[in-house]
């Protein structure tokens, strides 16, 4: 048994390497650190003034909130086509994009978000109103989510954007109990249908795909991102008006059709880790059902309610439950499957509990910005603790 000396040793050495590990990882990001604390002492600037400080949190909310969650819209589409030139994928993305906000600013008058920052609260009034002026971390929300992007979280831009917005409890409550439905859902789905299919896939999904998978994967991609795009638009346009005049939806769309073409250029940037990790998702055969499967879902529950829910909770529950599915089909030793599984597990419970981090970071900044919220999360907390000691 070591000495209590060895037990400092072995402290003090790992502590050591912790504080190593710490400066390289200042060093490696340097630069990333200088941009987000530029952006954060322009966001304490200008938070003041709204008619500024509501274009330049769009700003970051648009490239941040796209660029953490295409992993769950274009990450297979990228993963599963890297052999094609940047600008084509973008082009052919970004004219989905701009033909699916184009539609739905006509249609609804103005409105981009396809009804979901419409949504009202129990009294009938609007669960996500256009504040007439701005607090400071409502608009450095969007550089808290691209750290967290950086850091490979998968973390719900809904949860962390639109939380500061909201008037009440209740308004966060729908969308948590709207976003964790939909995650059973899809953790159910991916687990049956990849349960289901997983020898088929092994037996058949050999050799160079056909070439209609090529026109299937790129069809089903262009449907998942425009239904997304209906989906969750509000996640960006939470900073403007409610209604968007032409000029205002000329730069609404512009920004957001360019910030697309960075994520292109990036290739997805080091989220895209999330996705490339998973099995076989450059297979383009693979990742066509994959979309086409969370396509689905989020058509139905597009249909169901215009309550805003969170996607990213719908596509880790969906690649989780396939994750799973998986492994419980392979033909391996008893010991092996066990080892299998258990890693799948704990890739699972590492994702969700990246998005789980978001949601607390998303009620943390509710809470500092709005003292309504703030209390009405704190009662909550009360009756629970009373209920608790009651019993």
Known sequence: MPNTQDKKDSSSS??????YQFFDLVKEERKFIILTSMLFLIAGIIYPYPAVAMWFGFLLAAYSAVSNDSIQTIGTFIASNTDRKWYVLWLYIGGIFLLTVIIGWIINNGDVTYGRLQATDDEGNLAFPQPDSFAFLQIAAPVFLLILTRLRMPVSTTFLLLSGFAVSSGAVGSVITKSLSAYLLAF???????FLITKLTTRYFTGKPAQWWVVA????SGTLWSVWIMQDAANIAIYLPRKLDVL???GFASIVFFG??????????????IVNEKSEVKDIRSATIIDFVYAMILVYKLTISVIPMSTTWVFIGLLGGRELGIRLRE???SAEKKSRIRQALIMIGKDLGRATVGLLVSVIIAMSINSDFRDQILQIFEQLASKFIDS
């Open 217 to 220: 994967q790129w069809l089903t």
């Open 248 to 250: 205002q939806f000329i």
């Open 331 to 333: 033909k391996n030793s």
């Open 14 to 19: 790992g502590f050591t390497e912790l504080i």
């Open 188 to 194: 159910g789905l991916g687990l049956s249908v990849w």
């Open 260 to 273: 697309l073409g960075l994520i292109f250029f990036l290739r997805g940037d080091k989220i895209q880790q």
